[in-house]
């Protein structure tokens, strides 16, 4: 969550021999709507014909039992994660519920209110699930860093991964991955939000897209300004950064890479 997943599903949308659930990026089988059977998650996939299956869920990183459902119903899976400095992600998780909601809080406050902000951080932590029911070469762990410096040859290593072409070239691999803005009518844009977010757990998110199609989401696009976001504090920055260390430190070792000193400097 808020490590480039949308930028993500972009690139694997754009590819011929993939195809990603119409209309929604976010599916949340194996965590949210796991009650709804498996008839339901397979309906999601209507049209793909032979063309390679997936979703983009972050969800699932964070929720302990999606590691057992999905080796359950898929063990021959592969899965893509992707992982950002824990502080820069907390903090742009902060900006997105700020825009989302109108939340008007420090970050400080958000980090009070939303513990599992912090939590979403300790990436080698809730990795823990998966590397025990999948095999280590089912796992491609993505930086999300490596993802805005070097999209196309980071994407295309996704291709390989999942056993599709890795040569073709993504259109959205050019684009620039955008930051958190206030919309131009914040609340109107808090309501019109709430509203696409009940459409989808009613299964309406044809809905949605079709009136994103017709252009009413225009008028709650960021206007431009700087954005009005609290700042991170010096102190918070560094408990966080001293928080996450051991952790950090773990998932170095598992990818054989200095994240901390990357992160450091990011």
Known sequence: MKAGTT??????RDHPQLCLPAGIKEVEFFNRHHDRGLIWYQQQFRGCSDRLKGEVSPQYLFDPKAAGRISEL?????????????????????????QETGYRQSFEQFLTDHPG???????????????????????????FEDLVGQPLATIRQVYAFV?????????????????SAPPRFHQGYV????????FRQWGLAGVVSTGKRAG??????PSGREPSFAVVLPDTARRLTDGYADDVASLSGLLGRDLSALWSST
């Open 7 to 12: 930028y993500l599903d972009a690139m694997l």
């Open 74 to 98: 898929i063990p021959e899976a592969r899965l893509l994660v992707s992982v950002r400095n824990p502080v820069r992600r907390a903090y742009s998780q902060y900006k997105h519920w700020v």
């Open 117 to 143: 902000a912090v939590d979403r951080g300790r990436y080698f932590s809730c990795l823990r699930p998966y590397l025990d029911t999948f095999d280590r070469d089912q796992i491609l762990v993505l930086v």
């Open 163 to 179: 056993g599709v072409d890795a040569d073709h070239a993504p259109a959205a691999a050019g684009q620039r991955i955008y930051p």
């Open 191 to 198: 309501v019109a939000k709430r509203v696409s977010r009940r």
């Open 216 to 221: 009413l989401g225009r008028a709650f696009r």
